[in-house]
Antibody
């Protein structure tokens, strides 16, 4: 059974940093693209970032470029989102998600974690 | 960026009804479209990819169609567990973009 479990959310002041982790199990983690999607309170879904199975390609939504970094440790079956220079508008539930693609092009997500809440406030 | 526009933003329906949700892309995305279902306080669940392919385990009352710029999600014979918010997403280009969502409520 595919399982994704986020951790690391919490309250942070504007300008601060936070690192989210996603522990994966139930599949060969090193085979799939992975990504992060967020959802602000009461709002819709917003794609944040994707990373290729070997970490060689990374893509970000413009609003987080230069502030957020996505990475993975295939030996630890873990995905990360390092968030720096956080703003109030980054407040959201952040979902880790598995891309159904195991080839050179990412597709869409087929499994999602339960989400981690990040609140940016003074 | 490719804009995804869903309609309606909400609808009321009864158990047993057939419901159709529309998603329009601002440019041709071929069949690179997915549909997700989200219930309150829960993670999204994948329903359909490549516009019309059901994810494993998704009931056959869900179906998707379309290509290019216009897509539909149809639920034939609405069940109580189907009341939720539905999102489309294009994955032809980066940034990946979602529609604004369609909330399906009980009439």
């Amino acid at each position: 059974e595919v399982q994704l479990m986020e951790s690391g959310g919490g309250l942070v002041q504007p300008g601060g940093s936070l690192r989210l982790s996603c522990a994966a199990s139930g599949f060969t983690f090193s085979s799939n693209w992975m990504g992060w999607v967020r959802q602000a309170p009461g709002k819709g879904l917003e794609w944040v970032a994707n990373i290729k199975h070997d970490g060689s390609e990374k893509y970000f939504v413009d609003s987080v470029k230069g502030r957020f970094t996505i990475s993975r440790d295939n030996a630890r079956n873990s995905l990360y989102l390092q968030m720096n220079s956080l703003r109030a508008e980054d407040t959201a539930v952040y979902f880790c998600a598995r891309d159904l693609s195991t080839d050179n092009w990412s597709h869409c997500f087929d499994y999602w974690g339960q989400g981690a809440l990040v609140t940016v406030s003074s | 960026d490719i804009q995804m526009t869903q309609s309606p933003s909400s609808l009321s329906a009864s158990v047993g009804d057939t419901v159709t949700i529309t998603c329009r892309a601002s440019q041709d995305i071929s069949s690179w479209l997915a549909w997700y279902q989200q219930k309150p306080e829960k993670a999204p669940k994948s329903l359909i990819y490549f516009a019309s392919t059901l994810q494993s385990g998704v009931p056959s009352r869900f179906s998707g169609s379309g290509s290019g710029t216009d897509f539909t999600l149809t639920i034939t014979g609405l069940q109580p567990e189907d009341f939720a918010t539905y999102y489309c997403q294009q994955y032809k280009n980066y940034p990946r973009t979602f529609g604004g969502g369609t909330k399906v409520e009980i009439k």
